[in-house]
Nanobody, 126 residues
Framework: QVQLVESGGGSVQAGGSLRLSCGAS???????MAWFRQAPGKEREGVAS???????TYADSVKGRFTISKDNAKNSLYLQMSSLKPEDTAMYYC?????????????????????WGQGTQVTVSS
């Protein structure tokens, strides 16, 4: 059974940085993993995805500010967030799908992912 547990959220001032972590258990083989976020009253949106070979895709809104990475030995996924803006405030979710990212119709589409964590809150104040 796949379980994803996020951590690292918190409150930070605009311009600051945070690093989110996602611990994964029950995952074996090739998985596409991603970070999503959802602000109150808004739809869940894809932030970044990473394939088994390390290739990454980013939403335009975070390109150049966020970096997704993973440590296969630790079964962990990370999201380094820099130059944070108030509009980055949201609940951030880790997601995984047992397929190559290239096989998904949209790597930043939430419907493509089978497994989800419970989320970690990020709040950016101006």
């Amino acid at each position: 059974q796949v379980q994803l547990v996020e951590s690292g959220g918190g409150s930070v001032q605009a311009g600051g940085s945070l690093r989110l972590s996602c611990g994964a258990s029950g995952i074996s083989g090739y998985y596409c993993m991603a970070w999503f976020r959802q602000a109150p009253g808004k739809e869940r949106e894809g932030v970044a995805s990473i394939d088994g070979d390390g290739s990454a895709t980013y939403a335009d809104s975070v390109k150049g500010r966020f970096t997704i990475s993973k440590d296969n030995a630790k079964n962990s996924l990370y999201l380094q967030m820099s130059s944070l803006k108030p509009e980055d405030t949201a609940m951030y979710y880790c997601a995984a799908d047992p397929a190559s990212c290239r096989g998904l119709r949209g790597v930043l589409e939430s419907r493509e992912y089978d497994y989800w964590g419970q989320g970690t809150q990020v709040t950016v104040s101006s």
